[in-house]
């Protein structure tokens, strides 16, 4: 049985991991609201992207690019992001189980033989990534990128990403990330970056009329060569900023269940130190009247 002594030096130990979870709590949360507005601000800039494109599809106009040729795919590149930092439940666990279903959709969809390069974003998932390196899977680390990257960042990997694509070194782009819904809400996502299929930029569901009489000026095909890169870089921007919302997320439920654990050790291991104070003070009484009898 415990000493008083060891009790209360329990107490206090549980007592300080709990102050220090609370405050983990609120400072994750003041991050997760930040990205929060970062997806906010980004929101005007895309949909006026969008528009421009569901302009040019609704016209009776041609026009092509080479980042939605799609090909024989034979090479896959799969971004994957997770986080830098621990102490956020089973965030990049989850991740990482899609990504071993995915791989095993390439396989049944392209072949045994197709090559795949994962590329991880953030610590933790790089370490994760590595354990599977093998056969046709091969880890690629893009130094200088992490789960915490900023605009220019992603802004010269996206770029990174787009060459290769042009210069034929990867037939597909994928990007495995956790889709922001709410504090409590987060779901892995996938998203194809390249080619550029229509159903990226147009709502589920949604159709476009044809045959609207635009003037374009210049040409269709130099505004839609100019307006996709940018559009690219928006996707890409708003799924980094939405994989720091869900880190944060996921970490600020992680840190109120262990404050919550942490307050209800706190009340049994109280009790306790109640109770064996009350039985040696009890102890302490009885010495004294039998004492007082003898």
């Known amino acids: 049985m415990a000493t008083l002594r060891e009790l209360k030096g329990r107490i206090g130990s549980v007592a300080s991991s709990e102050k220090i979870t609370g405050a983990m709590k609120m400072i994750s949360s003041a991050k997760m609201h930040k990205a929060e507005q970062a997806l906010k601000r980004q929101l005007p800039f895309r949909t006026q992207i969008e528009t421009i494109i569901a302009n040019l599809l609704s016209a009776d106009a041609q026009f092509s690019s080479p980042l939605i040729e799609a090909r024989d795919v034979k090479h896959v590149n799969i971004v994957v992001l997770g986080s830098d930092d621990g102490l956020c439940g089973a965030y990049n ?5 899609q990504l071993l279903e995915r791989l095993q959709y390439y396989r049944s969809t392209y072949g045994e033989d197709v090559k795949v390069t994962i590329i991880p974003v953030g610590a933790k998932m790089l370490k994760a990534v590595n354990k599977i390196a093998f056969a046709n899977i091969s880890v690629v680390a893009v130094d200088g990128v992490n789960s915490k990257t900023e605009a220019e ?13 042009l210069f034929g ?3 597909l782009v994928d990007v495995l990330y956790m889709n922001f819904k709410s504090m409590s809400r987060q779901c892995p996502r996938f998203e194809q970056i390249l080619p550029v299929v229509q159903e990226s930029f147009m709502p589920e569901g949604a159709t476009f009329k044809s045959s609207r009489p635009y003037l374009f000026e210049p040409d269709v095909n130099q505004i839609f060569s ?23 997320a996921a970490r600020v439920m992680a840190m109120q269940s262990a404050n919550d654990n942490a307050k209800k050790l706190l009340e049994q291991l109280r009790l306790e130190y109640n109770k064996l104070r009350q039985q040696s003070i ?8 039998g004492g007082q009898v003898r």
């Open 93 to 97: 666990v989850n991740i990482f189980k």
């Open 153 to 165: 960042g992603v802004k010269a990997f996206m770029a990174q990403l787009q060459q290769q694509f």
């Open 169 to 171: 070194e990867t037939d």
């Open 226 to 248: 100019s307006v996709l890169p940018l559009f690219l870089l928006s996707t890409m921007q708003e799924i980094f900023t939405e994989n720091r919302a869900s880190e944060q």
């Open 282 to 289: 009890t102890n302490e009484l009885l010495d004294i009247v």
